[in-house]
């Protein structure tokens, strides 16, 4: 049985309720009516409700099933504009609430925050951008979280991957307060990607061994991402004691043991790593599409991780399938 099987019938048996940004798009369509089909998840799709049904008819998709919610005709947009304000704690005036949330991206995730949805996908036509920021701004991140990060899960036959943060975060700088102090080192940050990251993989199966990659291997290297990649490494062991995880190390040290345990003697995750933490969004981005495109690995994310609830990013470029396997991993993190 396949991840996705396992979800779908997780799902199944405890159906969730998710929301799409964007009801017209025929991928979302073609998804939305394959979750009503098999009793997966129960819909909401956002938009104009005669374009949604038009668009469904035209591409031959039954959303019979589906709630369809017109922002522009929604009976409990008030209260939504009050919460919202409440919410936005004076940065933004009743005005600008309710023309934010004349969109779906801001609409859907005050859906989600008022318990109205479950969880959450976007990004069809939207930016990530235009996804995260209304989850930074109104579901905010857990109290347990000074970051929101992402990661990917890398699928081929049998063998899964997990890789962050690859989306997110460009790079990592020390959170200082009023006075110049340090509150959140760079470390600690990359850190807390590395140990969300292996939960994401703990969802889908996968026994997270984490190595924090660099061009240096246990101290061969200076300069660059090094200190960074390694001081991340001594943090991660303070905050997660039990997480298997090691570092700095470079890619084939992280998966070729006869390397890893040559540079590394003795850890238990070189040449053996699963999952995989970059120090910059440059190397992760670069590092996940490569294992895509030439390694043959179905690549599925990017997952958000850090949020109160599950609100997720689709890539514009993304098919129906992609579109409802994202769909299943949203509501499997609930």
Do not use: W
Not at 28 to 42: D, F, H, P, V
Not at 184 to 210: C, D, N, R, S, W
Not at 251 to 279: M, W
Request: with cysteine; charged share 20%; glycine share 10%.
């Amino acid at each position: 049985m396949s991840i996705f099987e396992t979800f779908e019938q997780k799902l199944q048996a405890n159906p969730k309720s998710i929301v799409f940004t964007e009801g017209n798009d025929a991928r979302i369509l073609s998804a939305a009516s394959r979750l009503l089909a098999g009793k997966t998840l129960n819909v909401i799709l956002l938009g104009n409700v005669e374009e949604v049904k038009a668009a469904a008819a035209k591409g031959g998709f039954d959303v019979t099933g589906a709630e369809i919610i017109d922002p522009a005709n929604y009976e409990g947009m008030d209260e939504m504009v009050a919460k919202m304000v409440e919410l936005r704690k004076g940065k933004m005036t009743d005005e600008q609430c309710r023309e934010a949330l004349s969109k779906g991206n801001y609409f859907g995730t005050m859906l989600v925050k008022m318990g109205k949805a479950d969880c959450l996908l976007g990004g069809a036509t939207y930016s990530t951008a235009d996804t995260v920021r209304p989850a930074l701004q109104l579901v905010k991140t857990k109290k347990t979280a000074h970051l929101v990060s992402s990661s990917f899960i890398l699928v081929r036959g049998e063998e899964k991957l997990a890789m962050g943060d690859c989306a997110i975060n460009i790079d990592y700088q020390d959170s200082v307060d009023k006075e110049g102090n340090v509150t959140y080192t760079a470390a600690q940050k990359l850190a807390e990607v590395a140990i969300e990251t292996a939960k994401t993989a703990e969802i889908f199966g996968i026994e997270p061994k984490v190595a924090m990659l660099s061009f240096s291997t246990n101290g061969s290297g200076k300069g660059g991402t090094v200190k960074l990649s390694h001081d991340a490494t001594i943090a991660a062991k303070e905050m997660a004691p039990d997480l298997l995880i090691d570092g700095e190390m470079q890619f084939d040290a992280a998966v070729a043991p006869e390397v890893g345990q040559l540079k590394f003697p003795g850890s238990k995750v070189a040449g053996y790593a699963n999952t995989f933490i970059f120090p910059t969004i440059e190397a992760g981005n670069i590092g996940y599409k490569i294992a895509q495109r030439l390694g043959g690995f179905e690549a599925y994310g990017p997952i958000l991780q850090g949020l109160n609830a599950p609100i997720n990013d689709l890539s514009r470029g993304c098919n129906a399938e992609e579109v409802y396997k994202m769909a299943l991993i949203t509501a499997a993190l609930i």
